[in-house]
């Protein structure tokens, strides 16, 4: 009795998995890839310090007037000029975005960040890097701390280290030491 109260109860657990998992589910999105909007103090600070800190590339920005970005319900029609960068990675395949604009005439305020769960909303940005000696170089180089007992082993080859950015935004960071542990 027990093991047939064992079966029935396998067999729900996993029959709804298998007749998912026969289902062709459509793609609700065209390229899986999520884009972020970070608004900064200083867009010439903060973009040196994503290009020649963090490693990421600019790419095409954009600029969009103040009506539109009002009449999308974005701005109370301040115009909006964005700067953009991306992580390039060694597929070559579509890489998230980083949006970065400011408001000079509108300086929002700025949320608690002394930790992740300060303030609700995007807390941090994390990074998968290829060797995190050559970032570590790079923080130092800058003159940015890392933050707590970073970098630490998370398991396997990895290690995380964790900084903030101008604005006091966290970044995370992931990936194996070059020297091999």
Known sequence: ??????????ASLLLPAL??????????YS??????????RDLDKS???YTEVVGLKEVNGFK???????????TDNQDVTARVFVALNAGGKPSSKIKMMAFPKAQ????????IHSTLGVSYLTLFVTDMDVVMTRLKKAGVKTLGKTPAAI???NLLTVFRDPDGN???LIGPSGKGG
């Open 1 to 10: 009795m027990l093991k047939k109260s064992l079966l029935v109860l396998l």
């Open 19 to 28: 007749v998912c998992a026969g289902e062709k589910e459509e793609a609700l």
């Open 31 to 40: 390229n899986g890839v999520i884009d972020l909007g970070l608004v900064v």
């Open 47 to 49: 973009a040196k310090f």
């Open 64 to 74: 969009v007037p103040g009506k539109v970005t009002g009449d999308f319900g974005l």
């Open 108 to 115: 929002g305020k700025a949320p608690d960040q002394k930790y």
């Open 155 to 157: 398991g396997g080859s």
């Open 170 to 172: 966290f970044i995370e």
